[in-house]
């Protein structure tokens, strides 16, 4: 089995992993979550108080989030409340530690041909 394989199947998904970091692509987007790891769950009005853009436009950037399984929405009452979900976030760690891996390991190969070149001489 090769490397590359190996890293592949202990990765996310491809599909999971890009709806997550295209959710993180977008500053608003980051920020939203930010703010509610920092506030805890907080309602739509409140997130849209914080940035300079529409009640809509927040409503849409939650939407990704949730599509992304960033946020959840719950209802207390007649209050709808926004929560950060932190755990889709340790799906992006393997596949970071997986392109570091591949980074050191292509930063090796340089050394050792150097290595032997020197060794040969």
């Given at each position: ?61 939650i939407k990704v989030l949730d599509q992304a399984g960033l946020v959840s929405r719950r209802t207390l ?45």
């Open positions: 089995m090769s490397f590359i394989h190996m890293v592949e199947q202990q990765t996310p998904s491809p599909d999971r992993l890009t709806e997550i970091l295209k959710a993180a692509s977008d500053p608003i987007c980051r920020g939203i979550p930010t703010l509610l790891a920092q506030s805890g769950p907080t309602r739509v009005t409140k997130i849209t108080a914080r940035f300079d853009i529409s009640l809509n436009a927040v409503s849409k950037h009452w007649r209050e709808h409340l926004i929560e950060v979900q932190m755990q889709p976030l340790a799906l992006i760690d393997p596949w970071f530690a997986a392109l570091r891996l591949i980074w050191a390991l292509r930063l090796e190969k340089p050394d050792d041909l150097l290595t032997k070149e020197q060794t040969d001489d």
